[in-house]
């Protein structure tokens, strides 16, 4: 098979010793993919982790081979993939430093939600963990959130099917590669993700990897990595979700959760987390929208856009020309709009300290509302 870019990829994750951070490091100085594998010639300056005789000896061609059969299944099966420089890939996920190199995903989802959160607990939900999330999930719902989770049994799987059931956007986290689904119960689960707008599965793990018990430790990061917050519902002293927030604090993210009967063994986690710090105390959805202050993002959006449908004449010329743009400079808009410089500065000024637009650097202009 002709290598491409999507071989060379894959083979980066294959490469004998060469985790995440290695990889990206291998590309900040190899400049892409490509080069590491086809460059003829030795590593001018030492990697750091990296030694020129390490590089030297990497299994290049075995990564290649073996990264054969996994790109024919991608094509075969219409996976879709995001590669570490794709302008897609998840930026809240890169600001990790042990993030994935490649993402194997199916959906159509966006990897770059503006409110994406992780919600996780233990395998053993309760009634009152099921009580939790169909109150926060109804409750958030209107916040335009993106939950993710890791599709096991329990507050995963639940918090899937919730979303399902109210249509906010979801994602499953796999373990595994994506020629199969553990558990088994959860297949139906994420067929109808895949299928509806706004959801999915990914995994960092190629086709043929089984659901191992050492796999979803490195799942969890993947979690904890996509969310700007962690919820935890109900978890034991031990366990993955603690194991995801504990992440989701190294990644400096917010970790909330909801504590519950001391002599619970399902509340054990959530109520250690909270006694030591390492998680905000929330005991509903409300309380998590004001400490994370969305009710007056809401506000302050609803009033900007009051502000936006009020406009008139050529400020409202101007203020739509700019949000069809996205972004545009004052020269773009004076030869669009056919008005001098000086006097589009003059109304841009005025829709700035009103709050419509906002000054960008290079003399460019987007809207303020979001």
Same mark, same amino acid.
């Given at each position: 098979?002709?290598?491409? @870019? ?79 420089? @794709? ?8 600001? #990790? ?13 966006? =990897? ?47 918090? @899937?099917?919730? #979303? ?21 119960? @959860? ?11 706004? #959801?999915?599965?990914?995994?960092? =793990? ?59 063994? =399902?509340?054990?986690? #959530? ?100």
């Amino acid at each position: 098979m002709k290598n491409n @870019h999507l071989n060379y990829q894959v083979a980066l994750t294959l490469l004998e010793g060469i985790g995440p951070k290695n990889a990206k490091m291998l590309l900040s100085h190899m400049g892409n993919e490509t080069n590491i594998f086809e460059s003829k010639q030795n590593i001018k300056t030492t990697i750091p982790g990296l030694s020129k005789e390490r590089f030297r000896k990497l299994n290049k061609s075995n990564a290649l081979k073996e990264a054969e059969p996994i790109v024919e299944y991608i094509k075969k099966n219409k996976i879709d993939t995001t590669f570490f420089t @794709h302008s897609e890939y998840s930026q809240r996920l890169k600001q #990790c430093a042990d993030s994935p190199i490649l993402l194997y995903h199916k959906g159509d989802f966006d =990897f770059n939600h503006p409110r994406p959160i992780s919600i996780v607990g233990t395998r053993s939900m309760t009634r009152y963990g099921k009580q939790l999330i169909n109150e926060l999930l109804t409750t958030l719902k209107p916040f335009n959130i993106q939950v993710i989770s890791g599709l096991a049994l329990g507050v995963d799987g639940y918090a @899937h099917r919730k #979303c399902l059931e109210l249509d906010i956007p979801t994602i499953g986290v796999l373990g595994h590669g994506l020629d199969y689904i553990y558990p088994a119960q @959860h297949k139906s689960i994420a067929s109808q993700m895949i299928q509806t707008k706004g #959801c999915g599965i990914i995994t960092e =793990f190629p086709n043929g990897t089984l659901p191992d018990r050492m796999n979803f430790p490195q799942r969890n990061r993947i979690v904890a990595g996509l969310s700007m917050t962690t919820i935890v519902i109900e978890s034991g002293d031990k366990g993955g979700s603690l194991i995801t927030a504990n992440l989701a604090n190294d990644y400096n993210r917010d970790v909330f959760a909801f504590p519950g009967d001391v002599n619970r063994p =399902f509340s054990k986690g #959530c109520n250690n987390i909270i006694r030591s710090n390492t998680a905000h105390l929330i005991t509903s959805g409300k309380d998590f929208i004001s400490i994370m202050g969305w009710e007056e993002e809401n506000k302050i959006k609803v009033r900007q856009m009051n502000l936006f449908d009020n406009l008139k004449g050529d400020d409202k010329l101007i203020a739509n020309t700019i949000k069809d743009a996205g972004k545009i400079s004052i020269d773009i808009l004076s030869l669009k709009l056919k008005k001098p410089v000086h006097t589009l500065s003059s109304t841009l000024l005025k829709l700035e300290i009103e709050g419509i637009v906002m000054s960008l650097p290079g003399k460019n202009y987007s809207l303020a509302i979001l």
